[in-house]
């Protein structure tokens, strides 16, 4: 994983939920203080995006008050945790796009 801050979203559910069943979750501010702890503040926004991107790869849910929300949605108070094997099973596969030449 090349990207820090999400190799940090997933150290810190790693953490909290050490078996990947997407049943603990953390808060974005969590990993925006562990990268830099004194201006985490202009982190903050750089985590958010990332978890949504991780979310749209259906590598990640994002959720408030413990339920699925939509991205549209995604103001206030949220939480990152990882998708249960339900969810991983709902999830449409991948798309292969034409420049992903597996020849």
């Known amino acids: 994983m090349s990207d820090p801050i999400e190799a940090a979203i997933f150290e810190r559910l790693g953490k909290a939920d050490p078996q990947g069943l997407g049943k603990a979750s953390i808060e974005p501010a ?9 201006q985490w503040q202009r982190v903050l926004p750089k985590v958010k995006t990332a978890a949504l991107g991780l979310m749209r790869q259906g ?12 991205p ?12 249960t094997a339900d969810e991983r099973a709902a999830m449409p596969p ?7 030449d597996l020849d």
Do not use: F, H, N
Not at 72 to 82: F, P, Q, Y
Not at 94 to 100: E, L, Y
């Open 30 to 38: 969590e990993v925006a203080k562990a990268m830099q702890p004194d």
């Open 59 to 70: 590598k990640l849910v994002i959720t408030k008050k413990g339920k699925a929300i939509d």
């Open 72 to 83: 549209a949605r995604m103001k206030g108070v949220i939480r990152l945790r990882l998708p």
């Open 94 to 100: 991948p798309v292969v796009s034409d420049d992903d």
